[in-house]
């Protein structure tokens, strides 16, 4: 069992306020400085082929303004493989992206893109950048992260965060059954998406998960209580949960 859960803050939509009216106001850059001030283990960063939020200054920015690692989430395309190359980031997740959605929907079909995601793999894992892949719950997924030989998985939690009743215990059985499926095969387990104080614990619970990547959660609780006390609350659950 990890003995202690890893919490990474997405900053996407603080720099997506910022962009709402154009200037630097407020600044991702300080919002991952909070977070390492605050005992966050990582700063996750998504940086979008229409540079919705993130802007490609930034992630230099966040880079040189922290020594949290960064993860560098990016679509499987050539022009964010070579931004990844040349920054460098300590992991780089690789989503699923479709311009016309508001958020990354669903897991990453690693299973369907073998071939097109074996390169872009090899070379980011040649680069010294720890891979991961943001996947649905599923053993045919998994499996494909082996054939990959990619390192790591992120659990996509949408359907448990939102499921209803039963259907709940059943999301959760997924996660726990795909985490363990993971880990037995060498593969760090970690989940992320629509995460929140009443649904984390759970999640957090699930003794082979490593890590967990909560971002719209946390900035939408910062508005109202500050960043400093979300994350330290998101954290207080986690812990708990262990």
Do not use: W
């Not at 229409?50 to 020594?67: L, N, V, Y």
């Not at 943001?134 to 082996?146: H, L, N």
């Amino acid at each position: 069992m990890i003995q202690r859960l890893r919490l990474g803050v997405n900053i996407d939509h603080v720099a997506t306020i910022r962009n709402a009216r154009g200037g630097d106001h407020p600044d991702p850059v300080r919002a991952a400085q909070i977070v390492a001030l605050c005992g966050g283990d990582g700063i996750t960063a998504h940086l979008r082929e229409d540079r919705r939020h993130i802007r490609d200054e930034d992630i230099a920015r966040i880079q040189a303004a922290t020594d949290l690692p960064l993860n560098f989430e990016m679509a499987a395309t050539d022009e964010m493989l070579e931004f990844a190359l040349r920054h460098r980031p300590h992991a780089a997740c690789i989503v699923p992206e479709r311009r016309e959605e508001r958020t990354t929907e669903g897991g990453l079909d690693a299973a369907g893109q073998h071939n097109r995601l074996a390169p872009i793999v090899a070379r980011l894992s040649d680069a010294g950048i720890r891979v991961s892949l943001f996947i649905a719950p599923e053993e045919r997924q998994i499996e494909a992260a082996m054939k990959l030989r990619a390192p790591v998985v992120e659990l996509h939690t949408g359907e448990y965060a939102h499921a209803e009743g039963e259907q709940v215990a059943i999301e959760l059985r997924r996660l726990s059954d795909m985490a363990a499926l993971a880990a037995k095969n060498g593969i760090e387990p970690h989940a992320g998406h629509g995460l929140t104080y009443d649904n984390v614990q759970p999640v957090a619970a699930i003794p082979q998960l490593a890590e967990l990547n909560i971002g719209h959660y946390l900035i939408g609780e910062a508005i109202f209580t500050g960043l400093e006390p979300a994350v330290l609350r998101m954290r207080e659950l986690m812990d708990a949960a262990r």
